[in-house]
């Protein structure tokens, strides 16, 4: 004798209230483990920046303030946005731990466009130099290169999360860095380490006082 029992649709399947709050729940977490921490990446790349090109204003230029080698002068400057650019590397690659499939996939080559990007840029900057271009040119290249990397990458990034904030400090660094060429040397990194360094620690200090994601909303629903 076989009994045969009809499902239970009630009891198989949760209600769509029950599905919808299911589904905040999950994103609020995905969120959690996916925010960077704005402080950490804004403020390592607004102290680089302020250092940087503070320390280009005073050595580079047709009466520089502090008398040192060019190839040092920039080896400084580099220093500080390769240690940068390593605490972006080393909090995305934290932040996309644990998680599989596309996401993960484009977390990796957004953080590998970093070093990517620079390296092009220092091989392209080589070739530059075989021309026989004047020092101050050499400089302004450099820089102002580097300026629309880091622009740039912003952008993608904050296109990439959906990070408004993101995207708006990269439009304000190619803006920044725009304006600030035409002022030439070494009055560029004097623009470059206030407008440029100061938008990002600003951004970063906002952006940490405000709430985690889904820290302020309701409770979660508990199965």
């Known amino acids: 004798m076989n009994e045969h029992r009809e499902p239970d649709a009630a009891e198989a399947a949760p209600s769509p209230a029950e599905m919808l709050a299911i589904t905040e729940q999950q994103q609020k977490r995905t969120e959690r483990e996916l925010d960077a921490d704005p402080g950490i990446l804004f403020g390592a790349w607004g102290l680089a ?10 050595t580079i230029g047709r009466e520089p303030i502090v008398v040192i080698p060019l190839w040092a002068s920039l080896a ?52 530059t ?37 993101q995207y708006g400090i990269g439009l304000w660094i190619l803006l920044v860095n725009a304006v600030g060429a035409f002022a030439g040397i070494p009055g560029h990194y004097l623009v470059m380490s206030l407008a440029g360094g100061g938008a990002f620690l600003v951004a970063g200090l906002v952006l940490s006082l405000k709430p985690a994601p889904g820290q302020a909303g309701a409770p979660e629903v508990r199965s």
Request: no cysteine; proline share 1%.
């Open 49 to 58: 920046w302020l250092l940087g090109f503070a320390e280009l204003f005073l």
């Open 129 to 165: 130099a075989r021309l026989g271009i004047s020092h101050e040119v050499y400089a302004l290249l450099w820089t102002a290169g580097s300026g629309l990397l880091v622009g740039v990458l912003f952008l993608s990034g904050g296109a990439l999360m959906g990070d408004r904030w």
């Open 76 to 127: 400084i400057f580099f220093g500080f946005l390769g240690t940068a650019g390593a605490i972006t590397a080393w909090h995305l690659t934290r932040t996309m731990r644990g998680i599989r499939g596309p996401s993960r996939v484009a977390g990796a080559m957004y953080g590998w466009s970093w070093t990517l990007g620079f390296v092009a840029l220092g091989a392209m900057m080589g070739a």
